[in-house]
């Protein structure tokens, strides 16, 4: 397993999101899509936009993509030594689906944050979004406030803009390709603009908490996936009980020391 480049550290401390490309094949990408058909065929009255929890049931290769030794360790140095998977999901969206709102940013709530210190980066809730089909400059799909995750004013971002109702040149959707993993932190500014291409807009999501915290209500049973390494079920583990204490004390994320411990990832 790798990680972050220098290049990589310093594109997601500036903007709060990092695209890792070509992490799946083409080949890749359209199983899963087949996989998904398969086990959330779509519905004749289903509208443009179609969302639904929990993708790792939908069999083991999806669970993998948990762990992908392309991703994880970017996760690792991004959230400390012993993240956790939170929850996932999948958005599909067909041409002129709708968007969503800006939302996110740092503080917004307890677990959306963002800080360096002593040459670290540290996340609270972070997502991997696993693109299966290309969104290019314009087709919509994810958008967000680049470097929003340290702004001092985000609540004064504009309702209209929120909305999307007002383009605003600081709103950027990023250039993607299927295969390509985007990793960004919760407390950037992000949502989703109108899907305008004529494919369908296909995405996992994969979404990590530090150790110590929770953003889903009920966590994984890792019973529940005899086919998972000891490393997933590891990933899977609800928030360990002696560190069941605030993530922010007085503002501040809480140090190093009550993020991680001297147990790493197998």
């Not at 967000?144 to 504009?158: D, I, M, Q």
Request: net charge negative.
């Amino acid at each position: 397993m790798s990680g972050l480049t220098d290049e990589d550290r310093f594109r997601f401390d500036l903007q709060g999101f990092l695209v890792i490309p070509s992490v799946l094949s083409a080949e890749q990408c359209q199983s899963y899509s087949d996989l998904a058909d398969e086990a959330w065929p779509e519905q004749p009255d289903d509208g443009p936009f179609r969302r639904t929890e929990f993708v790792t049931a939908w069999g083991q290769p999806f669970v993998d993509l948990m762990d992908h030794d392309a991703v994880l360790p970017c996760l690792v140095e991004l959230l400390g030594q012993r993240p956790r998977v939170d929850h996932d999901y999948c958005i599909f969206m067909k041409n002129g689906a709708g968007s969503s709102y800006l939302h996110g940013g740092p503080f917004k709530f307890p677990d959306h944050w963002y800080q360096y210190r002593d040459g670290k980066m540290r996340n609270g809730l972070t997502v991997a979004t696993w693109n299966l089909t290309d969104a290019p400059a314009g087709a919509g799909g994810f958008a967000c406030v680049p470097g929003s995750h340290k702004s001092n004013y985000a609540k004064f971002l504009p309702d209209d803009v929120r909305s999307f109702e007002r383009a605003a040149d600081y709103v950027y959707q990023p250039p993607m390709r299927a295969g390509d993993v985007l990793i960004f932190t919760e407390a950037l500014l992000h949502g989703t603009v109108d899907w305008t291409m004529p494919h369908d807009r296909r995405t996992l999501l994969y979404k990590y908490s530090p150790a110590n915290s929770t953003w889903h209500p009920t966590p994984y049973d890792p019973g529940e996936f005899p086919s998972a390494s000891e490393r997933q079920k590891r990933l899977m583990v609800a928030p360990s009980a002696y560190a069941n204490e605030p993530v922010v004390q007085d503002g501040q994320p809480r140090s190093d020391e009550v993020l991680s411990n001297d147990r790493r990832v197998p």
